[in-house]
């Protein structure tokens, strides 16, 4: 085996882990069926999407935990805040926020909170949060998705984790928005 012979190996293997990378970072930019199209099938513009057991007709994505509920809510502030309000067990959940690409910008879970009760206050770029009580997130894009994940470990503590998920609230809400400064 020659010098020739490993710089030609050398290049082979450095020309495929490039090829390989690029077609990893490409698919998403391809894919025609992502978590954000699916989701849009199954949840309606801020309400929230309750998922307590998955079955093969109601599943949404691979490899759904057994023992974890979800509570999603693909929310819109075009129009205004979206206000969403939940209640779950001290410390036993969490709270993430994507935008329609995937990106995770805000994520918490119950041991950040003092109560159990919980209100979050998604504001677009021309609100203000006004006197509402809700913790404020500013978002970065007008559409993306909540996601409440709640685990449970026996069937009672299931039962509790789905009443409180079944009272969770996605609603738009009406607040102050910034007017725009004149310019002369």
């Not at 949404?60 to 969403?84: E, N």
Request: hydrophobic share 45%; with cysteine.
């Amino acid at each position: 085996m020659t010098i020739r012979h490993i710089l030609w190996g050398s290049a082979t293997v450095i020309l495929a882990l490039i090829i390989h990378f690029c077609a990893v970072l490409a698919i998403p930019l391809v894919s025609e069926n992502d978590a954000w199209k699916r989701l849009q099938n199954f949840t309606k513009v801020n309400e929230m999407l309750i998922v307590n057991s998955v079955t093969e007709a109601n599943r949404l994505w691979a490899f759904h935990a057994p023992d974890m509920s979800f509570a999603i809510c693909r929310y819109d502030v075009t129009k205004g805040p979206v206000q969403v309000d939940f209640e779950l067990l001290r410390g036993y959940w969490s709270v993430a926020i994507y935008d329609p690409d995937g990106k995770n910008f805000y994520a918490a879970d119950g041991f950040d909170f003092v109560r159990q009760e919980t209100s979050l206050l998604l504001l677009g770029p021309d609100h203000i949060k006004g006197d509402n009580d809700a913790l404020p997130i500013n978002v970065p894009n007008e559409e993306g998705l909540l996601v409440l994940r709640a685990p449970f470990d026996n069937p009672v503590m299931k039962q509790t984790v789905i009443n409180m998920l079944n009272r969770a609230k996605c609603d738009q809400i009406q607040v102050e928005t910034v007017k725009p400064r004149k310019t002369t």
